[in-house]
């Protein structure tokens, strides 16, 4: 691949390196005997969808606009989970949707009335809330403390309410295997006794095996131990960043170099909070091909976006040769969470989408004008 060849700034998919990771999720659906589906939070570009059927069947979505495109570009009814419903949007939901799951028992009490009475059934699950999570970030974790996300046990107690036929908890972000692991057991502990009423249990995402490292087989063993426990439950997972996981980069232009207080700034045509938004939310700081971490005696920038953000910067680099301007820039796995939550902060121009195919072949999937940040404005 000529990244010379690629405008920038510009989201660049990796076809071959997508079919890998498809290729490993689909082995362990089969192996496990279970359900994975994509989460669109994480990955929403329909363009690829045609990829991706060729291995996995079904999507998740968390609203009208991810359940309408599940159904149009994927060709599915989605799985979908909302924190809330309202009334002007439970009608769409129940049209795009196989299965919903309700955030709170008030809410599967507001709603199931209108389930009942649509001619196309849904199946109808409860979210519900371990209250145990291995995830450090807060940001990130949804059994914090006090969180708005899932029925605790003490709410529910022994018998769940008539119509709902499924479960589903989500308490790991790229997380391992083990992590599942001690999460059932809490999971058996509170909950075991709801098991045997329902038909399905939907684990959630962040189940990140597509990471080097990662213990399949021990993921495998976990998941078919538990369906021996339970072998009446159809399991669902629906991990979002392990689908797209190290498929892909973010290609920028340094477009000047700034020097203050003896901080070197490398200012790029994309945007940290704009583009990669996710770098400083969680916080982390990507990888940049051909760079590593600040190193003394070598050539060390920070590098900055272009945004009027004075926070739009991330820490240090090192580098084997000065930076000029005009030099590209690679941002390795920018695929996952970052188009999705990209903003027109600014009227910044946002990077276009771009496939490289297995052949070497650029598609361009999608350039963005300024048409695209007027219709946004007004």
């Known amino acids: ?21 498809l290729a490993l999720i689909q082995d362990v659906k089969k192996r496990a005997g279970v359900e994975i589906i994509l989460a669109l939070k994480a990955f929403a570009i329909w363009k690829a969808f045609p990829i ?12 009208i606009h991810e359940a309408r495109l599940v159904f149009e570009e994927f060709g599915s009814k989605s799985h979908t989970y909302s924190p809330a419903y309202t009334e002007q949007d439970f009608p769409v939901i129940l049209k795009y949707s196989s299965h919903v799951t309700f955030n709170s028992l008030s809410q599967f009490e507001r709603y199931y009335p209108m389930v009942v009475q649509d001619e196309n059934r849904v199946s109808c699950g409860l979210r519900i809330n371990p209250e145990y999570s291995l995830v450090e970030t807060t940001l990130y974790n949804p059994c914090a403390p ?22 589903h908890f989500h308490a790991l972000c790229e997380s391992s295997s083990y992590d599942l692991e001690k999460l059932l057991q809490v999971v058996d502990a509170k909950f075991g006794h709801l098991l045997t009423q329902i038909k399905w249990l939907n684990m959630g995402g962040g189940h ?16 078919q131990s538990f369906k021996q426990k339970y072998p009446h439950l159809k399991i669902i997972l629906e991990p979002g960043s392990a689908f797209t996981w190290q498929t892909g980069f973010l290609l920028a232009t340094v477009v000047d170099v700034i020097e ?9 045509d994309a945007s940290f909070t704009c583009h990669a938004p996710d770098c400083l939310e969680m916080p982390y700081k990507p990888v940049i091909r051909g760079a590593t971490d600040a190193i003394a005696g070598k050539p060390t920038y920070r590098v900055g976006g272009c945004s009027c953000l004075s926070g739009d910067f991330i820490g240090e680099w090192s580098f084997d040769k000065p930076l000029k301007i005009g030099d590209k820039l690679i941002f390795e796995d920018m695929i996952h969470y970052t188009v999705v939550k990209t903003t027109m902060f600014n ?3 946002h990077p276009s989408i771009v496939l490289c195919t297995s052949s070497d072949e650029i598609v361009v999937y999608r350039n963005f004008t300024f048409e695209d940040y007027k219709s946004r404005m007004c």
């Not at 991706?52 to 609203?63: D, G, L, N, P, V």
């Not at 899932?150 to 709902?164: E, M």
């Not at 990140?208 to 998941?223: E, Q």
Request: hydrophobic content about 40%; cysteine-free.
């Open 1 to 21: 691949m000529d990244i010379h060849a690629i405008p920038s700034p510009n989201y660049v998919i990796q076809e071959d390196l997508l079919r890998q990771n």
């Open 52 to 63: 991706i059927r060729e291995y996995i069947h079904y999507a998740t979505a968390s609203s």
């Open 146 to 167: 006090g969180s708005r996300l899932g029925v605790t046990s003490d709410k529910i107690g022994n018998l769940l309410p008539a119509g709902i036929e499924g479960l």
């Open 208 to 223: 990140l095996m597509t990471r080097k490292g990662y213990d399949i087989d021990h993921l495998i063993a976990v998941l």
């Open 260 to 268: 203050n207080d003896g901080v070197k700034t490398a200012v790029i």
């Open 347 to 349: 009227g910044i121009s």
